[in-house]
């Protein structure tokens, strides 16, 4: 089964610090173009960050370019979110997605500008929730 499965969310105090995990199963990740989204309640969606796996370019929204960190590890199939400095507004539904997009700039955006827009492999996401 082709999938793509996101962990490590959970509740933080302001200030605080999270990891979170994409990981594929059933398929390579090093053929694609990998981002990290996000979606508050009554927002819309905003592609944070992203990454081209091919030649390791990465993208950052501004919203979190400083505080974000995306990476990859091959061996385990797996892209990391590093998020640190978190505040209330980073409060979301964090999911990440796969697609053979061209550009990795163009993967965090076509997503951000067009709401509708499909990838080809989307995870169900994990909660984060920044509060004291």
């Known amino acids: 089964q082709l999938q793509l499965v996101e962990s490590g969310g959970g509740l933080v105090q302001p200030g605080g610090s999270l990891r979170l995990s994409c990981t594929a199963s059933?398929?390579?990740?090093?053929?694609?173009?990998i981002g990290w989204f996000r979606r508050a309640p009554g927002e819309e969606r905003e592609g944070v960050s992203c990454?081209?796996?091919?030649?390791?370019?990465?993208y950052y929204a501004d919203s979190v370019n400083g505080r974000f960190t995306i990476f990859r590890d091959s061996a385990k199939n797996t892209v990391y979110l590093q998020m640190n400095s978190l505040t209330p507004e980073d409060t979301a539904l964090y999911y990440c997605?796969?697609?053979?997009?061209?550009?990795?700039?163009?993967?965090?955006?076509?997503?951000?500008?067009?709401?509708?827009?499909?990838?080809?492999?989307w995870g169900r996401g994990t909660q984060v929730t920044v509060s004291s």
């Open positions: 997605a796969a697609d053979t997009i061209v550009t990795v700039k163009a993967m965090c955006v076509v997503g951000t500008h067009h709401q509708d827009y499909e990838y080809e492999y």
């Open positions: 059933g398929f390579s990740l090093d053929d694609y173009a």
């Open positions: 990454i081209k796996l091919s030649d390791e370019s990465t």
